[in-house]
């Protein structure tokens, strides 16, 4: 498709900030029976009668968060949704609301703004969240976004991060990784851009792990997934900083030590074939890449029967007295103490 280059181009300045808010959130509808008032006053009104209330927020800053060389506006708004909502799913509760604040500069025109928001709008529907309010506001540079997430859970359900204890499993949802090779992959197309303007890049060789650097998902069917098969998690958390960074978290908040497996850990076949492209070690990348939004739980001995060749899940470890340490079991079958070196290790010479 030949890129339109007289796209129409609306100045912020035209409409105004009112007008700018009137416009980007005139279609929104509200269908969470919490919601009582959404956007239109000076608060949002809220009632989740005999629930408990979940909050999470998360800021996402252009040019250390997401880079729209390659970036796309409208896949942008989807995952600044997805990472909010993956933070509640990660409490074991269901999102329900969110707001969404944006800072920019007078180079977006509307209509950029409007693409942007037909990704978070998208997202809403698709994870069943509300969107009930936030704000607008004028960027010196690039742009800014912020969204705070709202959710729901009964008190028995919502699990911490401290809830483990030192005879429980380690499960993980999906596979890791993946969206750090998708990150490598996309930086290296925009270096071949820059040097070559007309170079058109054939990416069907890293479509999935592509997928999942500029579209993820939030793992909202976890909980449903869980209950079905009557297992309440005792801890958990969600892989936005890497799978040993999120480990690490586990065993400090809850006291205990763990013994990762490094052939239990789950890998896309793309992924293995891209890292040897890339002369990358394929576990150094699904102990450090980030960004996947799967979820880590641990759950009791006991359940290992309910959760066992489930294809969402996969044991990848079991905790340990916390004098036992955080260590990572070889395939080799050596031990190695566990270390958060999250995206840093990635650029480090191994």
């Known amino acids: 498709m030949i890129e339109d280059k007289n796209q129409q181009r ?13 416009h980007l959130t005139k279609n929104i509808e509200t269908s969470q029976p919490s919601t009582l008032k959404g956007i239109g006053d000076d608060g949002a009104v809220l009632d989740f009668k005999d629930k408990k209330v979940v909050v999470s927020t998360d800021l996402l800053v252009e040019g250390v968060h997401f880079d729209l060389a390659y970036m796309p506006l409208k896949h942008l708004g989807y995952k600044a949704v997805v990472v909010n909502v993956s933070d509640i799913c990660a409490m074991n509760a269901t999102p329900t ?18 693409e942007l928001y037909d990704g978070m709008k998208h997202a809403a529907k698709i994870y069943g969240v509300d969107i009930i309010g936030g704000d607008t506001t004028s960027s010196q540079k690039g ?6 997430a709202i959710g729901e859970a009964n008190a028995e359900e919502i699990t911490y991060r401290n809830g483990a204890s030192n005879t429980d499993l380690l ?20 270096q071949v851009f820059e040097v070559n303007p007309n170079n058109q890049p054939d990416l069907d060789a890293y479509s999935y792990l592509i997928e999942r650097q ?12 869980l209950k079905a098969l009557e297992i309440q998690p005792t801890a958990m958390i969600d892989i936005s900083d890497g799978l040993s960074s999120e480990i690490i978290h586990l065993c400090k908040n809850s006291g205990i030590g763990c013994n990762l497996y490094e052939e239990k850990i789950p890998v896309d076949p793309q992924l293995i074939n891209v890292c040897e492209e ?73």
């Open 10 to 22: 609306t100045s912020l300045s035209a409409l105004g900030e009112f007008g700018l808010i009137g």
């Open 97 to 114: 609301q969110i707001t969404i604040s944006i800072a920019v500069s007078n180079r977006f025109p509307v209509e950029a703004l409007d």
């Open 143 to 148: 742009m800014i976004l912020s969204i705070t």
């Open 171 to 190: 499960v993980v949802t999906g596979d890791v990784g993946a969206a750090y090779m998708g990150l490598q992959v996309l930086e290296r197309e925009k």
């Open 214 to 225: 500029l579209k993820p998902e939030a793992r909202k069917d976890v909980k449903e997934l």
């Open 278 to 350: 890339f002369n990358i070690d394929i576990t150094t990348v699904a102990l450090n890449g980030g960004e996947d939004y799967e979820l880590l739980f641990t759950i009791k001995m006991e359940d290992f029967d309910k959760i066992k060749g489930n294809p969402n899940f996969t044991v990848i470890g079991h905790m340990t007295q916390e004098s036992e340490g955080i260590h990572l079991i070889t395939r080799a079958n050596t031990k190695i103490p566990l270390k958060a070196r999250g995206w840093n290790a990635l650029n480090e010479e191994e």
